[in-house]
């Protein structure tokens, strides 16, 4: 059964600490790994990987995938109380068509 | 944003009542997908769509169908609502394989 795992499930921590969330994946036919970033309405696109090892950055954000070990990481360095949020990981998995399975996601709290 | 609209945004009904929620794309993407979002199980593929005419089961697809008669609209129906419906449905699009989804703002659907 295609499924995608996130850990922690929640996270406190206090404006300006690194944080790293953690998605771990079993999907037939994996494409790619996608990260999103969701507050109070739709989840917003962050990052896709489609190769193992290669590291994808955005500012404060980066991520990077291990096709071999089936996970992925996703580091914020520098936490603001704006990344408080819900992160979700999802795997694109190819069967008669696209299709996305996601994890329950980790609930991120930046406090001041 | 992405070109997504559903409609409504907002809707109490009663079990046993027929819904249809709508999703309008200007993006003119050729994959559209419906999601439910509940705590605890995250976001959950119920139906998706490849192409105009053509669609598939997801993992939750029990009491509903879609239909797709045109690329840009697709229509889910929860054909007899139940309580155990009620959740956020997500309208989601993709251009191809290993492209993002882009989210609609959801629509929250209450079943009394």
């Known amino acids: 059964e295609d499924k995608v795992v996130q850990s922690p499930l929640s996270l406190v921590v206090h404006e300006g600490d690194t944080v790293t969330l953690n998605c771990s994946y079993e999907v037939t036919n994996f494409r790619s790994l996608l990260w999103y970033k969701q507050e109070k309405k739709a989840p917003t696109f962050l990052f896709m990987l489609?190769?193992?090892?290669i590291e994808k950055k955005s500012g404060r954000l980066s991520s990077i995938l291990d096709k071999k070990e089936l996970f992925s990481i996703l580091n914020i360095t520098a936490t603001q109380t704006g990344d408080s949020a819900i992160y979700l990981c999802a795997v694109e998995g190819l069967n008669t068509g696209n299709q996305f399975y996601f994890g329950t996601g980790t609930s991120l709290t930046v406090i001041p | 944003d992405a070109g997504i609209t559903q409609s409504p945004r907002h809707k109490v009904t009663e079990t046993g009542t027929p819904v249809t929620l709508r999703c309008h794309q200007t993006?003119?993407?050729?994959?559209m997908y419906w999601y439910r979002q509940d705590p605890g199980h995250g976001l959950r593929l119920i139906h998706y769509?490849?192409?105009?005419?053509?669609?598939d089961k997801g993992e939750v697809s029990d009491g509903y169908s879609v239909s797709r008669s045109k690329t840009e609209d697709f229509l889910l129906t929860l054909e007899s609502a139940t309580s155990s419906q009620t959740s956020v449905y997500f309208c989601?699009?993709?251009?191809?394989?290993?492209?993002?989804?882009?989210f609609g703002n959801g629509t929250r659907l209450t079943v009394t």
């Open positions: 989601a699009i993709s251009s191809d394989y290993n492209s993002p989804l882009h």
């Open positions: 769509s490849y192409g105009v005419k053509d669609t």
């Open positions: 489609t190769s193992s090892g």
């Open positions: 993006e003119n993407h050729r994959y």
